[in-house]
């Protein structure tokens, strides 16, 4: 098994760029999350989903949208990229959101100038 | 959501003694507590996690106990070794079932 990858792994945006972040999962793993790593500051959820077809807001959705069409991709879009956006990504899937370990991607290194 | 604080944020230690690293979060509510380990440029992995129906937890070097009345664990490493130098990361879940993670402990195991 791959686990949880993640492309690309680093990227140089300018501001006001689009991209999508790609997550693909082959854990059968319902559960599937976006972070954002911000020295110092921890890992900060932006979205989520418990399955295809469904994804919510986590604490910092502003300036990203997902969607989960399959149970294995959960890609992260940002519009008009910004400064702030500038971050370490990572991507995350557990069987289970209550009790469940959480493994994560390799991350994606998002620089925006 | 829930509330997680760790501390301290940075952590130096000769090789051999130990590391203590503490949490505290506050949803009283919350009754699982992982912890993650990331090396430089690598992503976090879990080492270990307690649920509230137990105080302590032991894997080898590394233990955690968790305190519910004053909503705090912790996370013990004895005999530390160069390998343990990273970023170690408390997690709570609030109501909504999703985790919070604290803002990270540095480790550095001096030779």
């Known amino acids: ?113 | 959501g829930e509330n997680v604080e760790q501390h301290p944020s940075t952590l130096s230690v000769q090789e051999g003694d130990s590391a203590v690293i503490k949490c505290t979060y506050s949803d009283s509510a919350s009754n699982y507590f992982p912890w993650y380990k990331q090396e430089l440029g690598k992503r976090p992995q879990l080492i270990i996690d307690i649920r509230s129906n137990v105080g302590e937890k032991k894997d080898q070097r590394i233990a955690v106990t968790l305190n519910k009345t004053a909503k705090h664990f912790s996370l013990h490493i004895t005999e530390t070794q160069p390998e343990d130098s990273a970023v170690y990361f408390c997690a709570a879940p609030g109501n909504d079932y999703k985790l919070s993670f604290g803002a990270g402990t540095t480790v550095t195991v001096r030779a």
């Not at chain 1, 791959?2 to 760029?17: D, S, Y």
């Not at chain 1, 919510?56 to 990229?81: H, I, M, Q, W």
């Open chain 1, 1 to 113: 098994n791959a686990g949880v990858t993640q492309t690309p792994k680093f990227r140089i945006l300018k501001i006001g760029q689009s991209m999508t972040l790609q997550c693909t999962q082959d854990m059968n793993h319902n559960y599937m999350y976006w972070y954002r790593q911000d020295p110092g500051m921890g890992l900060k959820l932006i979205y989520y989903s418990v399955g295809a077809g469904i994804t919510d807001k986590g604490e910092v959705p502003n300036g990203y949208n997902v969607s989960r069409s399959t149970t294995e991709d959960f890609p992260l879009r940002l519009e008009l990229a910004a400064p702030s956006q500038t971050s370490v990504y990572f991507c995350a899937s557990s069987y289970w959101d209550r009790d469940a370990e959480q493994y994560f991607g390799p991350g994606t290194r998002l620089t925006v100038t």
